[in-house]
Antibody, heavy 121, light 107 residues
Framework: QVQLQESGPGLVKPSGTLSLTCAVSGGSFSTSNWWSWVRQPPGKGLEWIGEIYHSGSTNNNPSLKSRVTMSVDKSKNQFSLKLSSVTAADTAVYYC??????????????WGQGTLVTVSS | DIQMTQSPSSLSASVGDRVTITCRASQSISNSLNWYQEKPGKAPKLLIYVASSLQSGVPSRFSGSGSGTDFTLTISSLQPEDFATYYCQQSYSTPYTFGQGTKLEIK
């Protein structure tokens, strides 16, 4: 059973950088999966942030422009998200998830429990 | 970006009812459509992938259909634990986008 767990500061100051890590357990990290980040502002819907392959290749949401940096540490079975120049609009529950791609399509089949990050001074 | 539009945004129903939620894509996405269930304080849970495949462990009362731009999620007989918010998501092209959600409430 694959498990994911987010960790990182719950409070970030405006204009600062949000940094989160997702630890993966119960499965091989270096398989054909895309490791993803999704966020949900309070009372709103889900927004896909981006994904990273175990090789380090990434796909990002252009809506976040160049503020997103993702990385992977295979030795620790974890991947990370950095979001720079944050504002109150970045306040959200941040989820990490495993993206699985079969021949017929891709989907997010395992999710972390989510972590609330608040941007406030 | 591909826009995903769900209808209705909210829905009241009773235990035992048959419920259908619709998701429409702004362009053809073949069958690259997934459905998730979200309950308060919990992570989203994958229900249906590639439009009609039931995720392991998900009750068979859930089913999905559609291709191209129009998709549906059907719950054949609502159970108390099904009252939640449902999201569709396209995985045809990045950025992967979600519908705005459908909140299913008890009548």
């Amino acid at each position: 059973q694959v498990q994911l767990q987010e960790s990182g500061p719950g409070l970030v100051k405006p204009s600062g950088t949000l940094s989160l890590t997702c630890a993966v357990s119960g499965g091989s990290f270096s398989t054909s999966n895309w490791w993803s980040w999704v966020r949900q502002p309070p009372g709103k819907g889900l927004e896909w942030i981006g994904e990273i392959y175990h090789s380090g290749s990434t796909n990002n949401n252009p809506s976040l422009k160049s503020r997103v940096t993702m990385s992977v540490d295979k030795s620790k079975n974890q991947f990370s998200l950095k979001l720079s120049s944050v504002t109150a609009a970045d306040t959200a529950v941040y989820y990490c998830a495993r993206g699985y791609c079969s021949g017929t399509g891709c989907y997010l089949d395992y999710w972390g429990q989510g972590t609330l990050v608040t941007v406030s001074s | 970006d591909i826009q995903m539009t769900q209808s209705p945004s909210s829905l009241s129903a009773s235990v035992g009812d048959r419920v259908t939620i619709t998701c429409r894509a702004s362009q053809s996405i073949s069958n690259s459509l997934n459905w998730y269930q979200e309950k308060p304080g919990k992570a989203p849970k994958l229900l249906i992938y590639v439009a009609s495949s039931l995720q392991s462990g998900v009750p068979s009362r859930f089913s999905g259909s559609g291709s191209g731009t129009d998709f549906t999620l059907t719950i054949s007989s609502l159970q108390p634990e099904d009252f939640a918010t449902y999201y569709c998501q396209q995985s045809y092209s990045t950025p992967y986008t979600f519908g705005q959600g459908t909140k299913l409430e008890i009548k």
